[in-house]
């Protein structure tokens, strides 16, 4: 209970800071969207979502499995780089190497769909 007047008071802060309550639910935890600044976010999950409009009707499309994704590009970018880093030979290195630019490559592309900005990979 205490739990849902912390979310009830979260809620009521952020409409008296100016975020619009809309009227899409959150697709992981059905608490109300609301737009922050031009943004969709969800107050229970703290996280961005995107709404995705299809002809007629209106999708929700969490930002939730993208951020998902990028931590598992992120480990996977960790743990090549350690094989890298420990291993000596040539032909190895250029396997890892080809994988490295394919988790490069997975992550930019990631970003570009969240709308990061391409700056700085890591």
């Given amino acids: 209970m205490n739990n849902d007047n912390e979310q009830i008071k979260r809620m009521a802060d952020l409409l008296k800071s100016g975020a619009t309550m809309i009227s899409e639910n959150c697709p992981e935890c059905n608490t109300p969207l609301f737009k922050i600044n031009g943004e969709v976010w969800c107050p229970k999950c703290n996280k961005r979502v995107i709404i995705v409009k299809e002809g007629e009707g209106t999708n929700v499309a969490s930002m939730l499995l993208l951020e998902d994704a990028e931590k598992t590009i992120m480990t996977k970018l960790q ?11 040539p032909s190895k290195l250029r396997e ?17 769909i969240q ?3 391409p700056k700085n990979l890591l």
């Fill in 115 to 117: 709308g990061k900005p």
């Fill in 79 to 89: 743990e090549t780089s350690l094989w890298i880093r420990n291993e000596k030979d």
């Fill in 96 to 112: 890892l190497g080809s994988l490295l630019s394919t988790w490069l490559e997975a992550l930019e592309r990631l970003r570009r």
